[in-house]
């Protein structure tokens, strides 16, 4: 099954995660930034996700750009929530009513589109009711703004309340080999109340690929020169996993990127990834994931491979971790 349901729209279960095409992972080209995102839709990749503080606002700027005259080929994933200054500096999270639907005409104008498909709330914000976000955001969807609403790093009992709300169409959290918490909760409750489950950095942000040797050729400001799971003794515990995983894969005649979302695709069907590149010939090796067929056997093997908690580290640091899972 290469495709799942959200709402009345089928969306390819590989999409593209735009973010490192503006932030986080250093410098990148705008317009081959462009190009791999139309290359993208002309291959059936429909699902382009970015947020507004990529960038920051930079990032649905060139998404904007990118879909220009495809727009009816993408499916346009958004969010809000985390705010920053031009600087880049984090400022705090906001789900008030007040700040959603400024925060969704600001994204719709930098977008250039008149209507969002899929609308994330970022983070959930601590100091505003669920209830408030998602009806603000319900009355994004009443006034044709937004298509369907989405959650990311929401906490079961959050998604439940939610619900209650408006239906939840799309929970976006990290979930991969090395990220596998939402087994326990989310992706179960998600099947029960017919939720999409999105996995950002399916791919580690890069390092399940096998192709990070070392922090050092990474750009002086890629955040993830002090990302936990990069730093240290971590990163050498780590490169064993991967490791492991690449000889995984060369029996299995594909890339380790390539296993890694297999891996991910073969959990449940509600299940789709949105790894992030900047390169073209990428987008079809991650597509091709798609084909490659785990056989149950296969599956259990990589669950031994790399259990839940197998990571040395933690996804974020100490104020990262505050905000996921509320
Ligand atoms: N909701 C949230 O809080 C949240 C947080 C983080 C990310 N996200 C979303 O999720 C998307 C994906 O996550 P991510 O970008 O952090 O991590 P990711 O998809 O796990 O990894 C991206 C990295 O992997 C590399 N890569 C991609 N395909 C590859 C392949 N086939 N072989 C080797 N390397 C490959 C990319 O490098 P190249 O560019 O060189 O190909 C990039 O550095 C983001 O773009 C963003 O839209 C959401």
Not at 172 to 195: F, M, N, V
Request: proline share 4%.
């Amino acid at each position: 099954m290469k495709t799942l349901t959200i709402g009345n729209q089928q969306v390819t279960r590989v999409g593209l995660g735009c973010m490192g095409m503006s932030d986080f992972y250093g410098p990148a080209d705008d317009q081959q930034s462009i190009d791999v995102i139309r290359h993208a839709l002309d291959v059936g990749v429909n699902m382009l996700d970015t947020a507004d503080m990529y960038g920051p606002w930079r990032n649905e700027q060139l998404l904007g750009k990118a879909i220009k005259g495809k727009r009816d080929q993408a499916f346009v994933a958004t969010k809000f929530g985390v705010m920053r200054d031009e600087s880049g500096a984090f400022l705090g999270i906001n789900g008030s009513p007040e700040y959603v639907r400024k925060a969704c005409d600001d994204s719709l104008k930098r977008l250039g589109v008149e209507h969002i498909d899929l609308y994330y709330q970022h983070r959930v914000d601590p100091n505003t009711p669920i209830e408030d976000t998602v009806g603000a955001m319900k009355d994004l969807v009443k006034a044709g703004k937004v298509k369907y609403i989405g959650l990311s790093e929401a906490h079961p009992d959050t998604i439940r309340r939610a619900q209650s709300v408006h239906p939840i169409s799309a929970l976006q959290t990290e979930y991969s080999l090395w990220t596998r918490d939402p087994e326990q909760a989310h992706i179960p409750l998600c099947k029960e109340l017919g939720i999409a489950f999105v996995a950002y950095s399916p791919l580690g942000r890069g390092f399940l690929s096998g192709g990070i040797q070392s922090t050092e050729n990474l750009d002086p400001n890629d955040y993830r020169r002090s990302a936990p799971r990069f730093s240290g003794d971590n990163f050498a515990q780590n490169k064993q996993l991967v490791d492991a995983m690449a000889e995984r894969a060369s029996a299995y005649g594909c890339t380790t990127a390539q296993l890694a979302l297999a891996w991910l695709f073969a959990q449940a069907g509600h299940v789709m990834a949105i790894p992030g590149t900047t390169k073209r010939h990428r987008i079809d090796e991650n597509l091709a994931a798609l084909s490659v067929n785990l056989s149950h056997s296969d599956v259990v093997a990589l669950n031994e491979l790399a259990p839940l908690g197998a990571a040395a580290g933690t996804r974020y640091d100490e104020r990262g971790m505050t905000t996921v899972n509320r």
